[in-house]
């Protein structure tokens, strides 16, 4: 299984960016699928998450700003990121649980996406 972040670069402050990240490989489910980010010196934290069935959870930093989605039948989870601030850069991760059982899921992560904010 592999996780294609894309869509990170540089915009100004209220600007905006639309992130991708594609999950190939031997998949029979997807369930939840988060974006993470970190920035420099600071722990990854929580962007927003969706589940298989569309519920979502958002930071509160970025509540009425950003907005997750996916497309079941292209693999893919989307972050719309709008009204961009200097502080929402970072480093950008995708993370999905895969193939989930009785025992559990497998779950992966992108290689991350930098989203870089200019005051």
């Known amino acids: 299984v592999q996780l294609q972040a894309s869509g990170g670069g540089l915009v100004q402050a209220g600007g905006f960016l639309r992130l991708s990240c594609a999950v190939s490989g031997i998949i029979s489910s997807i369930n939840a699928m988060t974006w993470y980010r970190q920035a420099p010196g600071k722990r990854r934290e929580l962007v927003a998450a969706?589940?298989?069935?569309?519920?979502?959870n958002y930071a509160d930093s970025v509540k009425g700003r950003f907005t997750i989605s996916r497309d079941n039948a292209k693999n893919t989870v989307y972050l719309q990121m709008n009204s961009l601030k200097p502080e929402d850069t970072a480093v950008y991760y995708c993370n999905a649980l895969v193939n989930c059982s009785g025992y559990g899921c497998y779950e992966w992560w992108g290689q991350g996406t930098k989203v870089t904010v200019s005051s």
């Open positions: 969706i589940t298989s069935g569309g519920s979502t």
